[in-house]
């Protein structure tokens, strides 16, 4: 199975901030890199696909970047509805395995 | 609108056998693959299972190959997962998703359904 390590696991930033979140596979991937945003108690939503690809309705301030083995999720100009966990999942090889999340947090 | 409700989820004992449904509408649901992921309480998604939408590849996480069988009665706009010899490991929100983008991608969930395996 492909592995996929996010870093950090864990973040602090304030409103307003640039904030980038990278996702290592253990093998290459190519381009097919997806993010979900996921909020508590929530279900998660679809971001980014096909590793620089933004969903309808994603706002412009998240993008997606890499390929092969490095990807990297920046979110400028922080908002408050942006603190919550975000995941990565690759989908080049069953089982389309996810990173272990993010969890962007208020500083 | 597309739309995709889970059931089935309950409390369960060890060893023992149950069969999560997601219904879905507001999309051709035979034309599109789908899948099942799962969080377990206070961790990480862990991806399931996945169907295509032709029904001719299924496809498993090692944690659950031989164990859980997904299938879906397109007649019924309907998705199953069937798990037996379920573990307290198993203890989870089960979420089905639709695997859009020719299959690149889970653009569409549902809001899970709890299944806890405890004596």
């Known amino acids: 199975d492909i592995q996929m390590t996010q870093s950090p696991s864990s973040l602090s930033a304030s409103v307003g901030d640039r904030i980038t979140i990278t996702c290592r596979a253990s093998?290459?991937?190519?381009?097919?890199l997806n993010w979900y945003q996921q909020k508590p108690g929530k279900a998660p939503s679809l971001l980014i696909y096909a590793a620089s690809s933004l969903h309808g309705g994603v706002p412009s301030r998240f993008s997606g970047y890499g390929s092969a083995t490095e990807f990297t999720l920046t979110i400028t100009s922080l908002q408050p509805e942006d603190f919550t966990t975000y995941y990565c999942?690759?989908?080049?090889?069953?089982?389309?395995?996810f990173g272990q999340g993010t969890k962007l947090e208020i500083k | 609108e597309v739309q995709l409700l889970e059931s089935g989820g309950t409390l369960v004992q060890p060893g023992g056998s149950l069969r999560l449904s997601c219904v879905a509408s507001?999309?051709?649901?035979?034309?599109?693959?789908m899948a099942w992921v799962r969080q377990a309480p206070g961790k990480g998604l862990e991806w399931v299972s996945g169907?295509?939408?032709?029904?001719?590849?299924?496809y498993y996480a090692d944690s659950v190959q031989g164990r859980f069988t997904i299938s879906r009665d397109i007649s019924e706009n309907t998705l199953y997962l069937q798990m037996s010899s379920l573990r307290a490991e198993d203890t989870a929100v089960y979420y089905c998703a639709r695997w859009g983008g020719s299959g690149t991608y889970l653009d569409y969930w549902g809001q899970g359904t709890l299944v806890t395996v405890s004596s």
């Open positions: 169907v295509s939408g032709s029904v001719i590849g299924t």
């Open positions: 093998q290459s991937v190519n381009r097919h």
């Open positions: 999942q690759q989908t080049h090889t069953t089982p389309h395995t």
């Open positions: 507001g999309f051709p649901f035979g034309a599109y693959a």
